[in-house]
């Protein structure tokens, strides 16, 4: 296993375009978040899975947000009707369950709306 | 409302010196802080965690210490490299499942 994966690494889309992105966990973490990051601000969290559950969702998840895990294994993010204020970092973690774990990152997808 | 904060959005060193990084927290109580490295265009990698009963953690030219009176912790780099330019992010667990929550992040320049 070479880590979390995302996918695509960039997204360009017209306001208003629906996207979707995918991330691809190590396989034996059990924990999935995303964040979402802008230019000189620390990641944002959105929300976070714990197998196919997901446990947390961010007040910042707006209902144009919606993530899934369907089978505890990959996820995906999808962002309805895209906005301008959407563009930003989408970066996907995964860690073991419990306290004093890490987490590990994937590279990001970049997400511009124009 | 709790609350993380880091204590400068840049610093900047000469190489050779030691660099110190801060990150407060308010309103609770976290029984352990990470502290993580981010590259531009890239996730952050996990660096170090110290639990609330350590006072202080050592990974080769890296010291963290965990105030838990003084609600801080501090993050340390010896004999700073230029490659240790990055932005540095504390991470205390935060919220129903202990999920990872991120200060805004110190951006680390070490000038040669």
């Known amino acids: 296993d070479t880590g979390v994966s995302q996918n695509p690494r960039h997204k360009i889309t017209k306001r208003g375009q629906n996207v979707t992105f995918r991330c691809d966990p190590i396989?034996?973490?059990?924990?999935l978040y995303w964040y979402r990051q802008t230019l000189g601000q620390g990641p944002e969290f959105l929300t976070y899975?714990?197998?196919?559950?997901?446990?947390?969702k961010s007040r910042l998840l707006s209902d144009r947000f919606s993530a899934e895990r369907p089978k505890g294994s990959f996820s995906t993010l999808e962002i309805q009707r895209t906005e301008q204020g959407d563009s930003a970092m989408y970066l996907c973690?995964?860690?073991?369950?419990?306290?004093?774990?890490?987490?590990?990152f994937g590279q990001g997808t970049r997400l511009t709306v124009v | 409302s709790q609350k993380i904060e880091q204590n400068s959005e840049a610093l900047n060193i000469q190489e050779g010196k030691t660099a110190t990084l801060t990150c407060n927290y308010t309103?609770?109580?976290?029984?352990?802080l990470q502290w993580y490295r981010q590259d531009p265009g890239r996730g952050p990698v996990f660096l170090l965690l110290?639990?609330?009963?350590?006072k202080e953690k050592r990974k080769e030219r890296l010291k963290v210490t965990f105030d838990t009176t003084l609600k801080q912790s501090l993050f340390h780099i010896t004999a700073s490299q230029p490659a240790d330019s990055a932005t540095y992010l504390c991470?205390?667990?935060?919220?129903?499942?202990?999920?990872?929550?991120f200060g805004p992040g110190t951006r680390l320049s070490v000038l040669p």
């Open positions: 309103n609770y109580s976290p029984a352990y």
């Open positions: 991470a205390p667990p935060l919220g129903y499942g202990q999920n990872f929550v």
């Open positions: 973690a995964s860690s073991l369950v419990g306290e004093n774990t890490e987490a590990f």
């Open positions: 110290i639990r609330e009963n350590e």
């Open positions: 396989s034996e973490h059990n924990r």
């Open positions: 899975f714990q197998n196919e559950a997901q446990l947390e």
